[in-house]
């Protein structure tokens, strides 16, 4: 076993092969026994690693004799989004048969996760974890979707989330529609949303055309529309690197202090951090503002655009500059996946920019979902820590030194004496 415990697998002559490993391959899947898992379906996440002898590979720099990631990644997920099953194991074999159909390969790991499993109590993550290999061969074939197959999940609602615009039956609240993250399964408490993940079963019957759920021919509102039985506890991030970044920051959060339904509860100090992706561009600033909201998800997100739009967010490039980027990073505990709207927020794992300020003014703050944990300890392993550069406290008060054609050094002089260094900031 490795630290990991996983197997280590031998070659012929006793030593370790190599591995390739890719984790989180995500898709929506509609496996399962109940009924509204095939009709819905839910994410399915894999995590594979393929032992075999890349150093023929490495000596001639070819593909042609390893396995190609890309193409593996989306083997995997062909399995996940295919022919729906009853078990999660038959998802797990069905991709070690596939990724075993290449000689190349002598074993591999794959762990199938199904994280909003129909499971009545709180829970984390369901995993089927199997190992196979040359001579404990998949009971499965190698999977190959068929081309001219009807799709293989059967759905009562379009293929896609986006947000259409539709008819509110008469006496019902005013909807949008789409397919949904949990619509029966997920029905909300009666008198609005509960705190669930989407797949998670209700044991209320299902709604009925007169329910606050409403159905309008095909399609269906979900539990993001649905305002909450009373005050959700949110996480927002706030983040601006065009313009005058601090005053639009402090402005955001009058802004989204006087929208109805919104409640500012505390305000993280401001870091001053290195960009994550996209083109090269000036330094962010970054806060989170811990709030209270009787807004129903979705209303909260149109909130949040508002506030951004009010101050010239414009879209051009994915990840470039902006004037102000407002995410959701958590509504309560509700886990949910549509086109647009995630929660969590994604990518919130992986960032420092959002962690350090929210462990800041959160010190026991837990992110929820798969990925999730103590975000103090997410924040101290995320890949961007070291360019979270440092932290004011007194923002919302006082000036800061300006972000944008600066150098990234520590700011020096009078302003800095009310800036707080934070413990992590490498230039401190
Ligand atoms: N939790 C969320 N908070 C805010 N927007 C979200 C969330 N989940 C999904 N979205 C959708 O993401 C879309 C793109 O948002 P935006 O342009 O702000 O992305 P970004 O800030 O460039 O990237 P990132 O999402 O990685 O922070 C929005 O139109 C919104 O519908
Ligand atoms: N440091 C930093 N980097 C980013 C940020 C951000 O707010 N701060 N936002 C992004 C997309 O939302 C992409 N990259």
Redesign the pocket.
Same mark, same amino acid.
């Given at each position: 076993m490795n630290d990991e415990g996983r197997q280590d697998v031998l070659d012929t002559s006793g030593r370790r092969l190599d591995q390739i490993k890719l984790s989180g391959i995500t898709a929506r899947g509609y496996h399962g026994v109940f009924e509204h898992e095939r009709r819905e379906g839910q994410t399915f996440v894999a995590d594979v690693v393929v032992h075999l002898d890349t150093r023929r590979a490495a000596a001639r720099d070819d593909l042609a004799h390893t396995l190609d990631y890309g193409a593996l990644a989306e083997q995997v997920a062909t399995v996940l989004a295919g022919e729906p099953v009853d078990l999660v194991e038959t998802v797990a074999e069905r991709i070690a048969a596939t990724v075993m159909a290449s000689s190349i390969v002598q074993a591999v790991d794959v762990a199938v996760h199904k994280p909003h499993a129909p499971i009545e109590v709180p829970f984390g993550d369901v995993v089927v974890a199997i190992h196979r290999d040359r001579t404990k061969l998949p009971a499965a074939e190698p999977y190959a979707p068929r081309p001219t197959e009807a799709p293989a999940h059967p759905r009562s609602v379009p293929p896609s989330t986006a947000t259409l615009p539709v008819t509110p039956a008469p006496g019902a609240p005013a909807v949008t529609a789409g397919v949904v993250a949990w619509t029966e399964a997920g029905v909300p408490a009666p008198g609005g949303l509960s705190e669930q993940g989407p797949d998670t079963p209700s044991t209320e019957p299902p709604a009925s055309s007169t329910d606050a759920t409403v159905v309008v021919g095909e399609l269906v509102t979900d539990v993001l529309d649905q305002a909450p039985d009373g005050p959700v506890d949110v996480v927002l991030?706030l #983040?601006a690197n065009l313009g005058p970044a601090q005053e639009t920051l402090r402005e955001a959060v009058t802004e989204l202090a006087s929208t109805p339904g919104i409640e500012v509860v505390d305000v993280s100090p401001l870091a001053r951090t290195s960009a994550v #992706? #996209?083109p090269d561009q000036p330094d962010f600033l970054n806060a989170v503002v811990l709030a209270s909201t009787t807004l129903a998800p979705r209303e909260l997100?149109r909130a949040?655009?508002a506030i +951004?739009l009010a101050h010239g967010?414009e *879209?051009h490039e994915?990840?470039?500059p *902006?004037t102000l980027?407002?995410?959701?990073?958590v509504?309560g505990s509700v886990l949910a996946v549509?086109?647009?709207? +995630?929660?969590?927020?994604? *990518?919130t794992h992986e960032r420092a920019f959002v962690l350090q300020p929210w462990a800041q003014v959160d010190p026991d703050a837990v992110l929820p979902g798969l990925g999730g944990g103590p975000v103090g300890a997410l924040a101290a392993t995320a890949p961007d820590r070291d360019g979270v550069r440092w932290l004011a406290l007194d923002w919302l008060t006082n000036a800061i030194p300006a972000v944008g054609n600066d150098t990234g050094a520590v700011p020096a002089g009078p302003a800095w004496d009310r800036v707080r260094t934070g413990p992590d900031a490498p230039d401190a």
């Open positions: 991030a #983040g #992706g #996209g997100l949040t655009q +951004e967010r *879209r994915h990840w470039g *902006r980027d407002i995410d959701i990073v509504y549509t086109d647009d709207l +995630e929660l969590p927020h994604p *990518r």
